[in-house]
């Protein structure tokens, strides 16, 4: 094993615990928190940690080094993570990404943002077993990348969802200004299009 390889386990290692660590007070706090919507926004901020963790824990596992990630493996295997954990029957998720090699801060950033945006469409945009797909990809042009998250599910106005003010609004906002990126929002009665443009 190469100097590389055990410097990202030994980081992988302490960062897993410290991450399991604050969600294990978190959810803790949420057990013993009496009011419902507490509860419930506990529950929200452990859960997006443990996508934060899940993130740097694939970032690890996929780096060649520490500052370089094949970006198409890892987005794969957070997506199927993603179905797993949030299963839909007659809900399929499509994936396509160019094989590509960014830093590690681009990838995190990138990876919350799928989650995100995956997580919620899976959650809100196929209501009393309506099927449907939800299509993910990254792509490469000229002016940087393309990162596309669609569905063909109600859209959010059929959803009773605006873009909204809540958290998993505030982490897309936060991390596309992080990648300096812009973000576009259609969404109407044959679904929602994400389209966040992340300059080279």
């Known amino acids: ?4 390889e055990k410097a990202l386990k030994e980081i992988d290692h302490r960062t897993s615990n410290n991450y399991q660590t604050v969600i294990a007070l978190i959810l803790g706090q949420a057990k013993a928190a009496t009011d419902a919507g507490v509860k419930e926004a506990l ?5 997006r940690i443990r996508a934060i963790a899940n993130a740097s ?3 690890a596992v996929a780096s060649e080094s520490l500052e370089q ?8 295997d957070l997506c199927d993570e993603i179905q797993k954990g949030l299963a839909r029957p007659g809900v ?4 396509a990404y ?6 590690a801060d681009v990838t ?13 469409a899976l959650k809100h945009a196929f209501p009393d077993g309506r099927q449907g797909s939800i299509r993910v990809s990254l792509r490469t042009g000229e002016s940087g990348l393309a990162l596309k998250v669609e569905d063909d599910g109600i859209g959010m106005k059929s959803a009773g969802r605006s873009r909204g003010t809540g958290l998993g609004t505030r982490l897309v906002e936060t991390f596309t200004k992080q990648l300096r990126a812009r ?3 259609t969404s109407d009665a044959a679904g929602t299009r994400h389209l966040i443009r992340i300059p080279r």
């Open 92 to 95: 399929h998720l499509e994936c």
């Open 183 to 185: 973000h576009e929002v």
């Open 1 to 4: 094993m190469g100097l590389v």
């Open 69 to 76: 990630v094949r970006i198409a493996e890892h987005l794969q």
């Open 57 to 59: 824990r694939r970032l």
């Open 98 to 103: 160019d094989d590509l090699v960014l830093g």
């Open 43 to 47: 529950q929200q901020v452990a859960d």
């Open 108 to 120: 995190v950033c990138v990876s919350i943002l799928v989650n995100e945006l995956v997580t919620n």
